[in-house]
């Protein structure tokens, strides 16, 4: 119904204040007036645990890319808490379309550091075959969906599943992780007004860290974040403090109850912060205040959730101990391993471009090996797959 | 045998394939209650209701993101873009993402279920943004298969077997044909052979090769020579990627002479990527320069459609110069 007005009335979206939804303060005790979800002591472990191990696992591989035994890494510290909560509020065949930060969830669901370490070294064991950069982990038994370098194209797709698993009626959902940067990208708006308008069990979830590489978002969006844009698509939508694993969880849980029972997306912005480098090869220096970053350690979500587990009895100082000497002798022990195999065999190089090679890639195929067989020197990766002798003392690990 | 117009012989394939596989899925823009445009998904909505065949809001990149998607998770989508010129805001989607979803993932996923329906070409008074051939953009895409058919026949078996194809499909319909042209089409269910060209009409003095619409003009041109006693075989490539390379060699190395013909702009055409592997394959062979008879390297003009397009008279010439080289 039009409701007409007969003076000009003009709106910026000021007449609405988001508010932002949060459990637990810094110290881990809940707000007054906030109620304790219903989260069993055995999941709070799971999702502490899985927030833990991410943290060790972004450290350790963060100084073994310093030591150049890695090409590339990217860590999600300081942002546990938004992906672990998210991921443990779901089912766990619910489909994750992620973007890149989100190792956490992986880690949730049970990716073993080997499987990890396999994708970080694109060894012969890697998923993705050594195709593709490290970090861009996916896991077909684990429903998480390959990661893809380009920002936001997964969100779109994440309506298309979504909308195949309604027709399918099994009751599941997917859940897209993006950042606030990436929610600039036509390929978001083009998603959140899809998944409305026919009405698709997705849940949109906008890891709001403050940057993309070096801009703030400041300078990305002159509205009140990315949760008001939820209104203009009819969409429901909560923001929820990042940084509280509790407040995450119980946000995302009733996300998944909207998504799932009455076909409806939503959308979460978790208010977060990106603690470390926005990769490896990223320094932060240059473009953020020092003050900035220790204001934001004080609010560590894996401490604030750890001190809560305390307090209740659900974990112990000796258990912390133990979990982190044990994580990371893990991560080093399965490093060793990971980086001592072999790479993916040369046909790797032209398998999965099509379901069955074309005649055409069988030719170059033949015509690339030819090649190498008088030049084995050159490839010693390509040589080593074809059994050549390589008289040189190149070591292949130093390519990387 | 039935007689169907294109758009009539592509109904008939969609009918076919959503009737066999509930997965089988239909939207874009206005292809829902009204049909398409065109008219090409005309009573889908009707026949299998709105969860299987409906509009989608005005967004390329959503609706290939979407389709992604939902052949990710395992449905086959076949997904329209109203007009080829407007496919460009799914570029991205199309070219890092459909294409390479199998090979980045390792085949943990991919997106063989997805075909993407677009009508494509000139000659029907479009102007810049109605007539576009762009062929030549995908074709530089690996993973992706690019299918062209010139007939309503060719239109149901190529359009039945990309749908089924264990890739995703790029199925580009030659708009001027629609309705132009009509032919007997089988009412069952069959498939044409992607990555396979077919020798549409055997000759021994000259090959001429083409797609789509294309085919037509050619047929054209090749009555005006055969006239003068110019025996021509003529190839219809039908899919551009992969292409049946092998097909047009072997007619070359009898012929000694090749002219390639599209509406699409000369430089970066794919005729030039025929052109190059001819020469290298069949080099001792050549009697003449192989030849492109192509759009000019402009936007696709409005008024002067006619004098920009590559007609039966261009070939006709190409053709004559050809063989009195």
Known sequence: ?400 | MPTMNMLQAINNALDIAMAEDDKVICFGEDVGVFGGVFRATSHLQEKYGKSRCFNTPLVEQGIIGFANGLAAQGSVPVAEIQFADYIFPAFDQIVNESAKFRYRSGDLFNVGGLTIRTPYGGGIAGGLYHSQSPEAYFTHTPGLKVVVPRNPYQAKGLLLASIRDPDPVLFLEPKRLYRASVGEVPQEDYQLPIGEAEVIKEGTDITLVGWGAQMEVIGKAVELAEEQGIACEVIDLRTLLPWDADTVVESVLKTGRLIVSHEAPLTGGFAGEIAATIQERCFLYLESPITRVTGLDTPFPLVLEKEYLPDHLKIFEAIRESVNF
């Open chain 1, 1 to 400: 119904m039009t409701n007409y007005v007969h003076q000009p009335l003009f709106m910026t979206g000021d007449e609405f204040s988001m508010a932002t939804f949060s459990l637990l303060d810094p110290e881990g005790e809940l707000y007054e007036g906030a109620r304790e979800p219903d989260l069993p002591r055995d999941h709070a472990r799971r999702l502490y645990q899985a927030m833990l191990a991410t943290r060790i696992l972004d450290e350790r591989m963060m100084a073994a890319q310093r030591q150049g035994r890695l090409s590339f890494y990217m860590q999600s510290t300081g942002e546990e808490a938004a992906v672990v909560g998210a991921a443990a509020a779901l089912d766990d065949a619910d489909m994750i379309m992620a973007q890149y930060r989100e190792q956490g969830a992986l880690m949730y669901r049970g990716f073993s550091i080997d499987e990890f370490m396999n994708q970080l070294f694109g060894n012969e064991l890697d998923y993705g075959k050594g195709r593709q950069m490290p970090i861009h982990y996916g896991s077909r038994k684990l429903h998480y969906m390959t990661i893809s370098s380009p920002l936001a194209t997964q969100i779109p797709q994440a309506t298309g599943y979504a909308y195949g698993q309604k027709l399918a009626g099994d009751g599941h959902c997917t859940l897209t992780f993006f950042g606030e940067g990436a929610a600039s990208e036509g390929d978001f708006h083009a998603a959140l007004n899809m998944a409305s308008v026919h009405q698709v069990p997705v849940i949109f979830f906008c890891r709001n860290n403050g940057y993309a590489i070096s801009t703030p978002s400041t300078e990305q969006f002159a509205a009140d974040g990315i949760a008001p844009r939820a209104f203009g698509y009819h969409m429901h939508v909560i923001r929820v403090d990042g940084n509280d694993a509790l407040a995450v969880y119980e946000a995302t849980r009733q996300a998944r109850q909207i998504a799932v029972e009455q076909n409806k997306p939503v959308l979460i912005e978790a208010m977060s912060y990106r603690l470390a480098a926005h990769s490896s090869s990223d320094d932060p220096s240059g473009y953020r205040a020092k003050s900035e970053e220790e204001a934001w350690r004080l609010k560590d979500p894996i401490l604030r959730m750890q001190k809560w587990l305390l307090k209740k009895g659900w974990w112990s100082e000796e258990e912390e101990t133990s979990q982190q000497e044990t994580l990371r002798r893990e991560v080093l022990d399965t490093m060793k391993r990971a980086e001592k195999r072999s790479p993916p065999p040369l046909e790797s190089l032209i398998t999965d471009v099509y379901a069955d090679i074309t005649p055409e890639l069988q030719r170059q195929f033949d015509q690339l090996k030819r090649h190498i067989r008088r030049y084995p020197e050159a490839y010693p990766r390509g040589a080593r797959s074809l059994d050549l002798e390589v008289n040189t003392s190149t070591d292949s690990q130093g390519e990387a």
